[in-house]
């Protein structure tokens, strides 16, 4: 990893690499790629997946020609800690929500005949997102035209959901909140499993807590907190190379330095073995472990889809 401390004068912009975050409360996502590119001084940041300004926990940023590997990034699965109050629905499917229909006692509710609702949510299920969710309809955000009070209906989308655990219980009044593990596929809504668990048991149910632990292989136990404006400059921002990051992710594949020139120009190169399918994505690495490019298997060869140039190797 090169740490590169926040607010030092970085007159040819920050090397590249990635950056795993762990965001605060109430900051939204593009908050913080805006004060990470303050920090390190350069406009290339961007992020694989957002959070809910209510959420907490992991986000990985792209930095340099990092940004060029978030396609590789987004599609990972996502583990979560949650809470979810039974009880009641609301507008948004989380606590910032308006209540939604009428209040039910959730206290009681059998730990046999939760678990039996939960297995029918785990597994490959069709899951409609919330109306407040950041996907287009007709161009158009759908918590836009929600907030613009229109009626906005979304299709059930395919999901996977692996883990959906128990893991602690309390009753508070007539509500009962739960606190659960979730691991995913990407584009699960975390709000939407809280909606569907309430309304199969019939209490209705939100969110009340989110926190992302994971995005594929990266853990929130290796990010850093990135300081808001007026909590000082002062920090050091670890950015993890591209092929430490890349290998973590795809499979990869050692050339010599001839080759890593070929790829650098976008030419194909010889593929001395027969190892990957003919659509594998796969990382080519110097003998320093520095991210080349990212691969496909070509007939005999080996074809160049993204190239990193010689100078912005990590």
């Known amino acids: 990893m090169s740490p590169i401390?926040?607010?030092?004068?970085?007159?040819?912009?920050?090397?590249?690499?990635?950056?795993?975050?762990?965001?605060?409360?109430?900051?939204?996502?593009?908050?913080?790629?805006?004060?990470?590119?303050?920090?390190?001084?350069?406009?290339?940041?961007?992020?694989?997946?957002?959070?809910?300004?209510?959420?907490?926990?992991?986000?990985?940023?792209?930095v340099g020609q990092g940004t060029r590997l978030l396609t590789h990034l987004v599609g990972l699965d996502k583990t979560y800690l949650?809470?979810?109050r039974l009880g009641r629905a609301t507008t948004t499917d989380d606590r910032e929500g308006e209540p939604l229909g009428e209040q039910h006692d959730a206290s009681g509710i059998d730990p046999d005949a939760l678990e039996r609702t939960l297995l029918a949510l785990r597994g490959n299920i069709q899951q409609v997102p919330s109306t407040v969710s950041a996907i287009k309809v007709d161009g158009k955000r759908a918590y836009a035209?929600?907030?613009?009070?229109?009626?906005?209906?979304?299709?059930?989308?395919?999901?996977?959901?692996?883990?959906?655990e128990i893991t602690g219980r309390r009753a508070d009044g007539p509500h009962l909140d739960l606190d659960a593990v979730v691991t995913c596929s990407s584009g699960t809504y975390v709000r939407a499993l809280a909606r569907d668990l309430g309304a199969a048991l019939g209490t209705g149910g939100h969110l009340t807590a989110l926190r992302r632990i994971a995005v594929g292989p990266f853990d929130v136990d290796h990010a850093v907190h990135v300081p808001g404006r007026g909590?000082?400059?002062?920090?050091?921002?670890?950015?993890?190379?591209?092929?430490?990051?890349?290998s973590q992710v795809l499979p990869t594949v050692t050339v010599d330095e001839s080759k890593a020139r070929l790829l650098a120009d976008?030419?194909?190169i010889d593929r001395e073995t027969d190892r990957g399918g003919e659509q594998m994505r796969t990382a080519a690495l110097d003998g320093d472990g520095r991210l080349c490019a990212i691969i496909r298997a070509d007939g005999n060869g080996w074809k160049p889809e993204l190239v990193i140039p010689l100078e912005a190797r990590t």
């Open 5 to 62: 401390r926040g607010g030092d004068p970085a007159p040819t912009g920050a090397p590249p690499g990635v950056l795993l975050v762990d965001k605060a409360p109430d900051r939204t996502s593009h908050d913080v790629v805006a004060r990470v590119r303050w920090l390190l001084g350069t406009k290339k940041v961007g992020h694989a997946g957002t959070l809910d300004p209510m959420a907490t926990g992991l986000l990985v940023l792209g």
């Open 82 to 84: 949650a809470t979810i």
């Open 145 to 164: 035209r929600a907030r613009a009070g229109e009626d906005v209906e979304l299709a059930a989308r395919p999901v996977r959901i692996d883990r959906f």
């Open 231 to 246: 909590e000082g400059d002062d920090v050091e921002l670890p950015l993890r190379g591209l092929g430490e990051t890349a």
């Open 266 to 268: 976008g030419r194909r």
